[in-house]
């Protein structure tokens, strides 16, 4: 594998990791229909936890099957798919090599009413199932996110000394944060800033809304009279906040939407300067036809066509 020019400059901002983690690194980016262009599309499937099974899958019940998913990634052409343990285990023998695996070590349950995360799966285990890397979620502004910060620690020095990528899905909520405002302009920036000051290799993080949350920062943002009107904007802001744009940064696509509105937000994290997006029930609830259709489209904003 060869890599381009862009993935080369990647790498180059990843300065003092270990020579593994970019091997893996360059993995994702030089993957699928994106490879090589420093932009990716994920896909990740942790609802059954998130959500429980009927309302992740019986949109389409082939999602069921694990091996279903596994499918999708490869034939969509992605750079990489994230799920949990079993789904995992359930088919990265059948598709060993065909697609980069990244495990997501927590995971939390609509079950609970705790804005907390049980870890449940290990660096060992992302290791035994040929994984390029790990994902670990965090809830800054939580009671628990000092712990979640100190679990973080701990699975990035180990993920890291084995050579495995660290994703952090970070995704603000509880504490001083309101419920609307979790999706803040400055409330993801922070969140996604935290996720690069703890070693993120990759930062998961929602699309930014227009508007201020935190009050000891709306003095700060009036007076840098920052653009933010469109989500392009906002996005910039953020990939700003991660080193100056020297992390890759990739956003979710949230829940259902249509066609048009999940293409017009991709349009303007190209246009702001993101990564790339990682897409679960946007992609996995629709049939696979329909899916695959999809994701070529959002493929292709990436690639720069209409």
Request: net charge neutral.
């Amino acid at each position: 594998m060869r890599v381009t020019r862009q993935v080369k400059q990647i790498l180059g901002w990843y300065e003092g990791e270990y020579p593994g983690v970019k091997t893996n690194l360059a993995r994702i980016l030089m993957q699928g229909k994106l490879a090589g262009t420093g932009k990716v599309v994920i896909l990740p499937v942790d609802q059954g936890y998130e959500h429980g099974p009927a309302r992740s899958f019986a949109p389409n019940p082939a999602a069921y099957d694990p091996h279903y998913l596994f499918e999708l990634a490869i034939e969509a052409g992605l750079s990489a798919y994230a799920a949990p343990l079993g789904p995992l285990e359930q088919g990265c023998d059948s598709f060993a090599g065909e697609v980069p695996l990244i495990l997501k070590l927590n995971s939390a349950n609509s079950l609970s009413n705790l804005q907390d995360q049980a870890v449940t799966a290990t660096v060992s285990d992302a290791l035994r199932l040929g994984c390029v890397g790990v994902g670990f979620t965090m809830y800054p502004g939580s009671d628990y996110c000092y712990q979640q910060m100190e679990e973080l620690r701990e699975i990035t020095r180990e993920a890291k000394s084995k050579g495995l990528v660290v994703v952090v899905w970070s995704y603000p909520r509880g504490g001083k944060v309101s419920k609307q405002g979790e999706t803040a302009l400055d409330i993801v920036a922070y969140a996604a800033h935290m996720a690069a000051l703890m070693g993120a290799n990759i930062i998961k993080v929602k699309p930014p809304s227009k508007g201020i949350d935190l009050e000891a920062a709306k003095g700060t943002y009036d007076k840098a009279r920052l653009p933010d009107d469109t989500l392009a904007d906002r996005v910039r802001h953020v990939m700003q906040c991660c080193f100056n744009g020297k992390r890759i940064v990739v956003f979710s696509g949230g829940e259902a939407k249509d066609n048009a509105g999940i293409l017009e937000d991709v349009r303007q994290i190209a246009a702001g300067g993101g990564n790339g997006s990682i897409m679960g029930r946007n992609s996995f609830q629709r049939s696979k036809q329909d899916a695959l259709a999809l994701l070529e489209q959002v493929t292709g904003i990436y690639l720069g066509q209409k």
